[in-house]
């Protein structure tokens, strides 16, 4: 395995640091490497000894986001040990649902771009690949997560774990572009009121063991 240096660390997390602006603000078709390289202060040569092209570089930038959305759902687990057992089902997910979004980085740059990065996957094979990859393990890591969780509760999920994962996912970005976007059917912040009504349907009590 190749040994990567905290300076040449520092260097990609910045370049990918700034690829979230860029994208954010023009899309990654939109966006040119030159951009992204002035974004982060860096030359080209900074950029082409850390990512082989721009693809490379969302790839990187996929990995960031997978990681972030795993360590937001721990965090959320691991702080719903604080919550009494016999907490009536209402006040469980209101209080599971919050801690997650109290662990996410709420940044509309964010949002966008991983908007944008799906968009890009749904034009590039190359970038599908990749993407399709990311995201089954995502939706695995978080379906093992949130099973292991709703069996500590009595509570198991109604259809296969990263099945329901991939249903609030897509209910997590239409909350996430609502509150953006901000119409006359989406008022507000509803994104915690819809996840809750996703997770109480696609859940149930444990079934007792034969």
């Known amino acids: 395995m190749?040994?990567?240096?905290?300076r040449r660390a520092a260097t990609?997390?910045?370049?990918?640091?700034?690829a979230i602006d860029v994208f954010a603000s023009k899309g990654?078709?939109?966006?040119?490497v030159e951009e992204i390289c002035e974004a982060a202060e860096f030359t080209?040569?900074?950029f082409y000894s850390n990512f082989d092209d721009k693809d490379d570089l969302c790839v990187a930038l996929l990995q960031r986001l997978h990681d972030d959305e795993?360590?937001?759902?721990?965090?959320a687990v691991e702080s719903m040990d604080r919550i009494a057992a016999g907490t009536d089902l209402d006040t469980l997910l209101l209080a599971a649902i919050e801690l997650f979004y109290a662990s996410r980085t709420d940044d509309p740059r964010r949002v966008l771009t991983g908007q944008e990065l799906r968009l890009h996957a749904a034009r590039s094979p190359k970038m599908a690949q990749a993407y399709r990859l990311f995201h089954a393990?995502?939706?695995q890591a978080v379906a093992d997560m949130l099973e292991q969780a709703l069996s500590e509760w009595g509570?198991?999920?109604?259809t296969n774990g990263p099945t329901a994962v991939s249903v609030l996912?897509?209910?997590y970005d239409y909350g996430a572009l609502g509150a953006l976007i901000g119409s006359d059917t989406i008022e507000g912040d509803v994104r915690v009121p819809l996840l809750m009504e996703v997770v109480r349907a696609l859940i149930h009590p444990l079934t007792p063991s034969s």
């Open 2 to 6: 190749t040994h990567v240096t905290p």
């Open 12 to 18: 990609r997390e910045r370049l990918i640091d700034a």
């Open 28 to 32: 990654v078709m939109g966006a040119s």
């Open 44 to 46: 080209r040569g900074a």
């Open 70 to 75: 795993v360590a937001a759902l721990h965090a």
């Open 137 to 139: 393990r995502t939706a």
């Open 155 to 158: 509570y198991e999920l109604g």
């Open 169 to 171: 996912h897509a209910v």
